[in-house]
């Protein structure tokens, strides 16, 4: 008599239901939002010292001069282009990690693994966003742009995806309350 096969097995055993409770305890025993909340603290700030650090190189470099008439359009072009792709990527990145949590795992460690996913995803996508207009600031700086003189509102604009990710490291704390709230299911409507 042939074995069964774990494959097919698992894709005829049917799908565990929403279980709170138990998860809340998984949550718990594992300490998943201690951990989870460690990992977006680093992330944010990595992002801020990243954000000073350049914002100092700028001010701090001396030049006689700022940048030209045709540096400045460029810049903007380029400063724009980057915020539109941003938003895209954003757009993006928030249907992949919805429908990553509307896929329902079969054990309760992926359902935790799918939850814990969703709060990663984001932090780690704002702070690549946030790094990309760092180094456009470096850029702009090493085109004689300064952040604090009458062309500085050029590169302001590549410092809006560091504070997108300080609006989200401030307000989506992932505390153990908002993970539950996630895995029952409010943010996969």
């Known amino acids: 008599m042939p074995s069964p096969?774990?494959?097919?097995?698992?894709?005829?055993?049917?799908?565990?239901?929403?279980?709170?409770?138990?998860?809340?305890?998984?949550?718990?025993?594992?300490?998943?939002?201690?951990?989870?909340?460690?990992?977006?603290?680093?992330?944010?700030?990595?992002?801020?010292?990243?954000?000073?650090?350049?914002i100092a190189f700028n001010r701090l470099r001396v030049?006689?001069?700022?940048?030209?008439?045709i540096v400045t359009d460029v810049a903007t072009v380029?400063?724009?282009?980057?915020?539109?792709?941003?938003?895209?990527?954003?757009?993006?990145?928030?249907?992949?990690m919805v429908t990553g949590l509307q896929r329902r795992a079969r054990t309760l460690y992926?359902?935790?693994?799918?939850?814990?996913?969703?709060?990663?995803?984001r932090g780690r996508v704002l702070l690549l966003l946030a790094y990309a207009g760092h180094c456009l600031l470096l850029i702009g700086t090493e085109f004689r742009l300064?952040?604090?003189?009458?062309?500085?509102?050029?590169?302001?604009?590549?410092?809006?995806?560091?504070?997108?990710?300080?609006v989200h490291g401030l307000s989506d704390i992932p505390t153990r309350e908002r993970l539950v709230k996630v895995y029952a299911g409010e943010v996969r409507k």
């Open 63 to 69: 030049t006689s001069h700022g940048a030209s008439h």
């Open 5 to 54: 096969d774990p494959i097919k097995e698992s894709a005829t055993s049917p799908i565990p239901p929403v279980d709170v409770a138990g998860f809340t305890g998984f949550v718990e025993r594992h300490r998943t939002d201690v951990t989870l909340r460690r990992l977006h603290f680093q992330r944010l700030a990595i992002g801020l010292a990243g954000a000073l650090g350049v």
């Open 110 to 121: 992926d359902q935790a693994w799918q939850v814990a996913e969703f709060f990663q995803r």
């Open 78 to 96: 380029i400063c724009l282009a980057y915020l539109v792709a941003c938003a895209a990527v954003l757009v993006r990145e928030r249907r992949l």
């Open 146 to 166: 300064r952040l604090f003189a009458e062309d500085g509102d050029v590169l302001a604009l590549t410092l809006i995806p560091t504070v997108l990710l300080l």
